[in-house]
């Protein structure tokens, strides 16, 4: 049962365009919402997280837009780099473990 | 550094073989995770354990077994009885085990086992 949907599996941007990657949630008990960066070879690193309580929540390039009425959020990256290129993978929390979607593969070239 | 130390990165088995893959973490978490990584299908929690001598089975623990005998490792065998196991395998700690928006997972830098 995949509690945690992302779109899309892959994803390709020109060098300044903006990324945006989609989740949506089905468990109303779920009070954390991370994202991870992962490059090949390599463990996911934390990106940005959000709370539920709070809409949206900006880093540097990347911004995370929480709509908790529609279950649903996303990732956008601004001014998207090759450095950008990667896997990203959202994530719901609980009270015990965090569950992850399935990735979305970004290729920014150039 | 502090960090987390999974080994080693490759890993073969042959058919009816246990094998052992290592975690250590120097960060003086109290909880650790083994994650699974299948192409296009995320990362699937196999274990998790928030103290020292104590785990929980997560989504897909058939065919695997942990064992938490000091903070710092937590060892994940794959068993014989796990028919599928080529996959990406990773490590994670957080400071606590994940409760609110602050809990962080740091990961390794993962294993990848394969079926001779």
């Known amino acids: 049962q995949q509690q945690v949907k992302q779109s899309p599996q892959s994803l390709i941007v020109q060098k300044g365009g903006i990324s945006i990657i989609n989740c949506a949630y089905e468990?109303?008990?779920?009070?954390?919402f991370p994202w991870y960066q992962q490059f090949p070879g390599k463990g996911p690193a934390l990106l940005i997280a959000?709370?539920?309580?709070?809409s949206e929540k900006k880093e540097g390039r990347f911004t995370i837009s929480f709509n908790k009425s529609a279950k649903q959020f996303s990732l956008h990256i601004m001014d998207s780099q090759p450095g950008d290129s990667a896997t990203y993978f959202c994530?719901?929390?609980?009270?015990?473990?965090?569950?992850f979607g399935t990735g979305t593969k970004l290729q920014v070239i150039p | 550094d502090g960090g987390i130390t999974q080994s080693p990165k490759y890993l073969f088995r042959k058919e009816g073989q246990n094998v052992t893959l290592s975690c250590e973490q120097n960060?003086?978490?109290?909880?650790m995770y083994w994650y699974r990584q299948d192409p296009g299908q995320g990362l699937r929690l196999i274990y998790y354990?928030?103290?020292?001598?104590?785990?929980q089975k997560g989504d897909i623990a058939e065919g695997y077994s942990v064992s938490r005998e000091k903070k710092e490792s937590f060892p994940l065998t794959v068993t014989s009885a796990q028919k599928n196991p080529t996959a990406f395998y990773l490590c994670?700690?957080?400071?606590?085990?994940?409760?609110?928006?602050?809990?962080?997972?740091?990961f390794g830098s993962g294993t990848q086992l394969s079926v001779l």
């Open positions: 994670a700690s957080s400071i606590r085990a994940i409760r609110n928006y602050n809990e962080k997972l740091f």
């Open positions: 994530a719901a929390g609980g009270s015990r473990q965090v569950t």
């Open positions: 959000i709370r539920p309580d709070v």
């Open positions: 960060l003086n978490h109290d909880a």
């Open positions: 354990s928030q103290i020292v001598n104590d785990f």
């Open positions: 468990n109303t008990a779920f009070d954390y």
